[in-house]
């Protein structure tokens, strides 16, 4: 390591190695570029670490023990199954996170991009130094990447501890929880209240709205919901979160609603009200690169900063707080460093799923988002009830809503409810970002039995030549 004041040239720096920044290390380093990748915490970022895939992999274990709790309707039913939670979040840690994350850096070494531990501050327009205790690096670049990531938002006297939990602290308790009060229904919120509730957790939702995962249409939460009512996840909406105190192994939470105040008893209390951008430790103003009201970085269709030079992905610019997105807007980055002039970020199909039970996935448009934007818009439904593999799954919770343009035919956007919907929504999201029309989809030759077929199907209902409903 280096101390002192030595500056070393390099071609491209990327800030942080989550899903946007390792993405941008590799395929700047593909393109010949000499690349450093800074890092203050562990390689992965919070995706890989403690955000989508050691959630993933809870809600996965959560599943299959509440199927081993509760006969199927086929006659199914386990006897005297129990759960190791210990064991569970050592598979979780060693065999899923810790695989996925010594697989990045391996990547990124064997592409030669040098790895430096530290925070990261800009010193210049050129110039950035990073800091690891008493080790300091200065580097001199031609572009930097800025993809540092976001983190939970606090609540005024729910600050973080033991007891009070970010979604990073819940996913790594040693224990699991009695019961769990998760403070915010939105889909972070409600995708680890039906995981706790799965692995064995009394679960309580509180939502200062009045619905749940907000972002959805309402229609698309319902069986959500049903499912909630069935595995006594109790969700209490336009309840606000006002204050706690402790007595003896139990938290005591109060709560307002409708004028009046309520208390709830709890083992842990879960706080995830959203997230927001880190920017604040970089010295943006340095580099003359503008932030919004938010704390987000401004970026024209190029990714770019107000400095032409400094690119930022992911979390720190406005839009959905995506692993996927940040990838996608990874490589339209580097393809424009690289001297690519038609390379500019489009968000034209953007798929978004919540892993609640069932799943819940959106891609494009909406209906209504679709005349507002003075496209004739016509949508058809199509109910897994009809689909012949999801019965015989026992699995037939759900639909796929598909938008299309009605004078090009263009599928424009679509949302799914229901099993296995967030792989069905890729298939959706080729469509829409390459122009494909329903009856593009109609005349593809899909397995069968597939879920899938409901994509065929509800591309025939819009085309008025429907087989299965």
Same mark, same amino acid.
């Given at each position: 390591?280096?101390?002192?004041?030595?500056?070393?040239?390099?071609?491209?720096?990327?800030?942080?190695?989550?899903?946007?920044?390792?993405?941008?290390?590799?395929?700047?380093?593909?393109?010949?570029q000499d690349v450093v990748i800074v890092e203050k915490d562990e390689i992965g970022g919070v995706c890989l670490n403690v955000g989508?895939?050691?959630?993933?992999?809870?809600?996965?274990?959560? =599943?299959?023990?509440?199927?081993?709790?509760?006969?199927?309707?086929?006659?199914?039913?386990?006897?005297?199954?129990?759960?190791?939670?210990?064991?569970?979040?050592?598979?979780?840690?060693?065999?899923?996170?810790?695989?996925?994350?010594?697989?990045?850096?391996?990547?990124?070494?064997?592409?030669?991009?040098?790895?430096?531990?530290?925070?990261?501050?800009?010193? +210049?327009?050129?110039?950035?130094?990073?800091?690891?205790?008493?080790?300091?690096?200065?580097?001199?670049?031609?572009?930097?990447?800025?993809?540092?990531?976001?983190?939970?938002?606090?609540?005024?006297?729910?600050?973080?501890?033991?007891?009070?939990?970010?979604?990073?602290?819940?996913?790594?308790?040693?224990?699991?929880?009695?019961?769990?009060?998760?403070?915010?229904?939105?889909?972070?919120?409600?995708?680890?209240?039906?995981?706790?509730?799965?692995?064995?957790?009394?679960?309580?939702?509180?939502?200062?709205?009045?619905?749940?995962?907000?972002?959805?249409?309402?229609?698309?939460?319902?069986?959500?919901?049903?499912?909630?009512?069935?595995?006594?996840?109790?969700?209490?909406?336009?309840?606000?979160?006002? +204050?706690?105190?402790?007595?003896k192994d139990k938290l005591v939470l109060s709560y307002e609603k409708g004028g009046k105040t309520n208390e709830l008893e709890t083992? =842990?209390?879960?706080?995830?009200?959203?997230?927001?951008?880190?920017?604040?430790?970089?010295?943006?103003?340095?580099?003359?690169?503008?932030?919004?009201?938010?704390?987000?970085?401004?970026?024209?269709?190029?990714?770019?900063?107000?400095?032409?030079?400094?690119?930022?992905?992911?979390?720190?610019?406005?839009?959905?707080?995506?692993?996927?997105?940040?990838?996608?807007?990874?490589?339209?980055?580097?393809?424009?460093?690289?001297?690519?002039?038609?390379?500019?970020?489009?968000?034209?199909?953007?798929?978004?799923?919540?892993?609640?039970?069932?799943?819940?996935?959106?891609?494009?448009?909406?209906?209504?988002?679709?005349?507002?934007?003075?496209?004739?818009?016509?949508?058809?439904?199509?109910?897994?009830?009809?689909?012949?593999?999801?019965?015989?799954?026992?699995?037939?919770?759900?639909?796929?809503?598909?938008?299309?343009?009605?004078?090009?035919?263009?599928?424009?956007?679509?949302?799914?409810?229901?099993?296995?919907?967030?792989?069905?929504?890729?298939?959706?999201?080729?469509?829409?970002?390459?122009?494909?029309?329903?009856?593009?989809?109609?005349?593809?030759?899909?397995?069968?039995?597939?879920?899938?077929?409901?994509?065929?199907?509800?591309?025939?209902?819009l085309l008025g030549e429907p087989t299965h409903q």
């Amino acid at each position: 390591m280096v101390v002192g004041s030595f500056v070393e040239e390099v071609d491209t720096v990327v800030i942080g190695s989550g899903p946007g920044g390792y993405v941008a290390a590799i395929h700047a380093a593909q393109k010949g570029q000499d690349v450093v990748i800074v890092e203050k915490d562990e390689i992965g970022g919070v995706c890989l670490n403690v955000g989508c895939i050691p959630s993933k992999a809870l809600i996965s274990v959560g =599943k299959d023990r509440y199927k081993s709790q509760n006969e199927t309707a086929f006659g199914l039913k386990y006897e005297g199954s129990t759960l190791d939670f210990g064991k569970a979040q050592q598979w979780k840690n060693q065999e899923v996170v810790n695989k996925l994350t010594s697989g990045i850096e391996a990547l990124l070494k064997k592409y030669k991009v040098k790895i430096i531990k530290g925070t990261a501050n800009f010193s +210049s327009k050129n110039r950035i130094s990073v800091v690891n205790g008493d080790d300091y690096f200065g580097y001199e670049f031609q572009n930097v990447i800025i993809a540092t990531g976001s983190r939970p938002i606090e609540i005024p006297g729910f600050e973080f501890n033991e007891d009070i939990l970010d979604s990073t602290g819940l996913l790594n308790v040693k224990e699991l929880p009695e019961s769990l009060v998760v403070v915010g229904g939105g889909y972070i919120g409600m995708e680890l209240a039906f995981a706790f509730s799965d692995l064995g957790s009394k679960v309580t939702v509180l939502e200062s709205l009045d619905r749940v995962m907000n972002g959805f249409e309402k229609d698309l939460i319902k069986p959500v919901l049903d499912a909630a009512k069935k595995k006594n996840i109790e969700i209490v909406t336009e309840a606000k979160a006002t +204050s706690y105190k402790k007595d003896k192994d139990k938290l005591v939470l109060s709560y307002e609603k409708g004028g009046k105040t309520n208390e709830l008893e709890t083992e =842990k209390i879960a706080v995830m009200v959203g997230r927001r951008p880190n920017t604040e430790e970089l010295s943006l103003s340095m580099a003359g690169v503008k932030t919004t009201a938010t704390g987000h970085i401004e970026t024209n269709e190029f990714g770019q900063t107000t400095t032409n030079h400094i690119y930022a992905i992911g979390d720190v610019v406005t839009g959905p707080a995506l692993a996927h997105k940040a990838s996608y807007e990874a490589k339209m980055v580097v393809d424009k460093i690289s001297g690519n002039e038609g390379a500019a970020i489009d968000y034209l199909a953007i798929p978004a799923v919540c892993y609640t039970s069932p799943e819940v996935a959106t891609v494009g448009l909406t209906y209504d988002q679709a005349k507002e934007q003075g496209i004739k818009a016509k949508k058809a439904t199509y109910n897994f009830r009809n689909n012949g593999r999801a019965l015989s799954m026992g699995k037939t919770d759900g639909f796929v809503r598909m938008i299309m343009d009605a004078d090009s035919k263009r599928i424009v956007g679509a949302q799914l409810v229901g099993a296995n919907v967030d792989e069905l929504v890729n298939n959706i999201s080729l469509a829409i970002e390459n122009l494909l029309t329903v009856e593009d989809v109609s005349l593809t030759i899909h397995s069968h039995p597939s879920l899938s077929e409901g994509i065929l199907d509800v591309s025939e209902i819009l085309l008025g030549e429907p087989t299965h409903q």
